[in-house]
């Protein structure tokens, strides 16, 4: 029985979808993946002259028809936030953290932090921080972009994009260790630990896995910065972020009795739970 070549996406971080088995095989053309769907969006079946058409004798699986026609399941692809993110990114953020405002207030809040995006990412001397976000709708292989390499603001990226799709997802990570305890008598700035802060997701995009993806890169960033070690504070009355850390191997640190550790400048009600994670090299991970 002749098989159907069946493609794969080459993005690193594109979604896998769970009805992808092991019996896929790469297309000769990558560049063109025809991606596993459940459900087809059109009834056309190909022509028997089609280097693709069904054997005529032996069995016809189903999912070999299913294969024959592309997914409409968007892509989901995480990467450094671009100058054109700016405006999502503020809208992801207040629209997470602060849900019950309204207009103008909330507009108001949108271009604080738009504004705060641009001109507060100055950093100490030897201290790194990027904004990671997840976009719905673009993928990472069809990107076009313009601008130089090393172009950038603050910590978004200066370069532009053709089909730069749709934030669904925010993260900071950074090594400037506002929010550590500091080291000694004379209190020095920790060294060797990133920190992240800012998760946010979209209401609309929640519980598809968008913030674990996000906290895998963060990971990835801070190797490659050469951390030992990456941490983050959890509110205490958000039970599902407590549970999404613990899942990826974050562990509570317990607070000395009488030590002022920093913590997030937020309402004086909310109350932290200071989480810290080994990193292992990429090898061992």
Request: charged share 20%.
């Amino acid at each position: 029985m002749r098989t159907i070549p069946l493609g794969i996406s080459v993005a690193s971080t594109s979604v896998n979808c769970s009805s992808r088995t092991s019996f896929l095989n790469s297309l000769n053309n990558p560049k063109n993946p025809i991606s596993l769907s459940s459900s087809s969006s059109s009834s056309r079946v190909p022509d028997a002259s089609s280097p693709l058409s069904l054997p005529k004798s032996g069995i016809c699986r189903a999912s070999q028809v299913a294969d024959l026609f592309p997914t409409v399941s968007p892509e989901i692809v995480v990467r450094e936030a671009r100058l054109e993110d700016c405006w999502e990114v503020a809208e992801t953020h207040c629209s997470s953290f602060f849900p019950g405002y309204s207009f103008p207030l909330d507009f108001v809040l949108r271009i604080d932090r738009l504004v705060g995006m641009l001109a507060g990412f100055s950093l100490p001397n030897g201290c790194k921080r990027t904004c990671l976000v997840a976009v719905i709708g673009s993928s990472m292989s069809e990107t076009f972009l313009f601008g130089p390499e090393d172009f950038k603001i603050g910590g978004f990226d200066g370069k532009i994009s053709l089909n730069k799709g749709y934030v669904a997802g925010i993260l900071t990570v950074d090594t400037v260790a506002d929010f550590l305890p500091r080291k000694g008598p004379l209190r020095q700035r920790r060294t060797g630990i990133a920190y992240i802060s800012n998760v946010a997701v979209r209401e609309s995009f929640r519980r598809k896995g968008i913030a674990k993806r996000l906290i895998v890169r963060a990971e990835a960033q801070a190797r490659s910065w050469g951390c030992r070690t990456i941490a983050l504070h959890c509110d205490l009355n958000n039970p599902a972020a407590a549970k999404l850390y613990k899942g990826q191997g974050f562990k509570s640190i317990k607070v000395p009795e009488g030590a002022k550790w920093p913590q997030p400048k937020t309402s004086p009600d909310v109350n932290f739970n200071f989480m810290m994670k080994l990193l292992n090299s990429p090898s061992t991970s």
